[in-house]
């Protein structure tokens, strides 16, 4: 499945060379790099890791009352404060710039972004699984991910639907 991607990020990786309008930055490369936010990146790959790892194995390799488990999970959240202080406090150019967050429609907006995502990939993990195991006579794979379309094919029409309005009555403004 890892190669189907390859050919698409290939594509993209040309897209981005031949039509992204950039801007061309001033300064020596010294400089340059020297804006690059190495530490916020550290600590997000450091939160995401100590995060993900526990919750995709506890109550399945390790029980969730274990001290690896709980260890892990707050070596996480410290890392991702510490990774909020960073990009609030020290970072020239942050990652996450959190002055974007003061902006009360970008706040509620990235905050219905993260939990329309967790919504999102939660139950196309988890359904999949909940209809092979307790659906009476047990659903195969095929059949699971048939009952699964219950859910995308709505999103995949409305989101369709949204990208034409806007594009028909001009509603840029919007966006």
């Not at 936010?37 to 029980?63: E, H, K, Q, R, W």
């Not at 892990?72 to 970072?91: D, R, T, Y």
């Not at 967790?118 to 794979?141: D, E, K, M, R, V």
């Amino acid at each position: 499945m890892f190669w189907v991607t390859v050919p698409v990020s290939g594509l993209s990786l040309i897209q981005i060379i031949f039509f992204l309008p950039l801007k061309p930055v001033t300064g020596s490369f010294k400089s340059k790099l020297k804006k690059v936010d190495f530490l916020g990146a550290f600590t997000s790959l450091l939160a995401t890791i100590f995060i993900l790892v526990p919750i995709s194995s506890g109550g399945s390799s390790f029980a969730w009352s274990s001290p690896l488990v709980i260890v892990l999970l707050v070596l996480g959240v410290v890392s991702l404060i510490i990774f909020i202080i960073i990009e609030w406090k020290v970072a020239s150019l942050p990652i996450i710039p959190l002055r974007l967050l003061h902006h009360r429609s970008l706040a509620i907006l990235t905050w219905i972004s993260f939990l329309s995502g967790a919504y999102y990939y939660g139950n196309s993990y988890f359904l999949p699984i909940y209809f092979q195991l307790t659906l009476s006579p047990p659903a195969g794979p095929l059949l699971s991910s048939g009952l699964l379309q219950a859910l995308l094919l709505p999103q995949i029409a409305t989101a369709l639907t949204a990208g034409f309005a806007l594009q028909k009555y001009h509603l840029n403004y919007l966006c």
